[in-house]
């Protein structure tokens, strides 16, 4: 499970970096896909977290 959050945590910051870097009409898009990944990431960690400290 720790290993799909690392992967959520590092395709949302590729789609991240990328709608910085180009200048086209759908890096809104990106930015908002890398935003909804990066919020999936962190809410599996946490879900990790949680599990792991109760038991």
């Not at 970096?17 to 759908?26: I, K």
């Amino acid at each position: 499970m720790i290993l799909i959050s690392v992967a959520f945590l590092l395709v949302a910051a590729l789609f991240i970096l990328r709608s910085r870097n180009a200048a086209a009409p759908w890096d809104d898009r990106l930015r908002l896909t890398g935003v909804v990944l990066l919020g999936i990431g962190v809410a599996l960690t946490a879900l990790r977290v949680a599990v792991t400290v109760t038991g």
